[in-house]
């Protein structure tokens, strides 16, 4: 099996989207998963204020975590690392950027995508150890705002635009640096059955590799 980077990194190079599982239960992880990854969608997290989502996590994480990255979201303490880890996930992703949070995520060979809303955050987040930034919630800010911080960071530091994406706004966030997405609600809510998810994330599979 791949270290976790390396799955991201080649996960991201074929599809860079990161599918936000906020409300999936145990019992649609995996029929959810399925649609997703035959779609092309092989980053998959599922927040930890969904029902049971270390239930979840291992159930995706078994079923596909040799060919697909599987981890948690809304991480908010190292405690939470830590179980995401014991679940079989990989991925951390968190709302801010909490350096403690992060360096636990890192120390334990997972791969660290914080979000953040300022030039402070980010390169507080990077001095931790993140892998990547989450500019979140993008619907507060705009691909104008995006690009103006693109001019400082790194280049070699993917950024997505998480909050509020659909296909229509993608090519205005990529134009302006963001290197991939996050989708909530607009790919999956809590109950949407396997062949909408599948139809919605083939729209956006598209889209993504097209840009």
């Not at 709302?95 to 955050?121: H, K, Q, R, W, Y």
């Not at 997405?181 to 994330?201: H, I």
Request: glycine share 10%.
């Amino acid at each position: 099996m791949p270290d976790a980077l390396s799955l991201f990194r080649r996960a991201f190079a074929d599809c860079p989207i990161v599918a936000v599982l906020r409300g999936l239960t145990p019992d649609e992880a995996e029929p959810i998963g399925d649609a997703l990854i035959e779609a092309g969608i092989t980053i998959l997290e599922v927040p930890l204020n969904s029902p049971q989502p270390f239930d979840s996590i291992g159930r995706l994480a078994r079923r596909h975590g040799d060919r697909a990255l599987i981890g948690a979201g809304t991480v908010l303490t190292r405690a939470e690392v830590g179980a995401v880890a014991a679940a079989g996930g990989r991925l951390v992703v968190s709302p801010n950027s909490d350096a403690a949070v992060i360096a636990e995520a890192v120390a334990a060979g997972m791969v660290s995508l914080p979000g953040f809303f300022t030039p402070s955050e980010a390169f507080a987040a990077l001095a931790a150890g993140a892998h990547g930034l989450k500019l979140f919630p993008a619907e507060g800010a705009s691909p104008a705002f995006l690009k103006a911080q693109r001019a400082v960071l790194p280049r070699d530091v993917p950024v997505l635009a998480v909050g509020g994406i659909t296909p229509e706004v993608m090519p205005a966030w990529r134009a302006a640096g963001a290197d991939g997405f996050g989708l909530g609600s607009n790919l999956y809510r809590s109950g949407k059955s396997p062949q909408e998810t599948a139809e919605d994330a083939a729209r956006f599979v598209a889209v993504a590799r097209a840009l």
